[in-house]
């Protein structure tokens, strides 16, 4: 009965920015980490970043410096606000809510970005 739903991708020109957003829905009662990943075609899905529930945040490598993530609990909605962004960021962007005694992962629709000039 989770939903996590995302928004706010789309098509951007190289160093623009977007914020992508994920709202919760359904019961989760106990939240272990939450996480941003990204799928390009033809490649793994990867880790972005994550954001434990006592709010500390982990980020790959090569965005680093350029991406941010965040939570509102009260709205029940995580952000990626993404900056600087570049050609090889563009993927399917998942959200990712990790959850309970037995670390059940739920999954979101996708939103695509487009890094192109």
């Known amino acids: 009965q989770v939903q996590l739903v995302e928004s706010g991708g789309g098509l951007v020109q190289p160093g623009g920015s977007l914020r992508l957003s994920c709202a919760a829905s359904?019961?989760?009662?106990?939240?272990?980490?939450m996480g941003w990943y990204r799928q390009a075609p033809g490649k793994q899905r990867e880790l972005v970043a994550a954001i434990t529930q006592g709010g500390s945040t982990n980020s790959a490598d090569s965005v680093k410096g350029r991406f941010t993530i965040s939570r509102d609990n009260a709205k029940n909605t995580m952000y990626l606000q993404m900056n600087s962004l570049k050609p090889e960021d563009t993927a399917v962007y998942y959200c990712?809510?990790?959850?309970?005694?037995?670390?059940?992962?739920?999954w979101g629709q996708g939103t695509q970005v487009t890094v192109s000039s």
């Open positions: 990712n809510v990790n959850s309970g005694r037995f670390s059940r992962d739920y």
């Open positions: 359904g019961r989760l009662l106990s939240i272990n980490a």
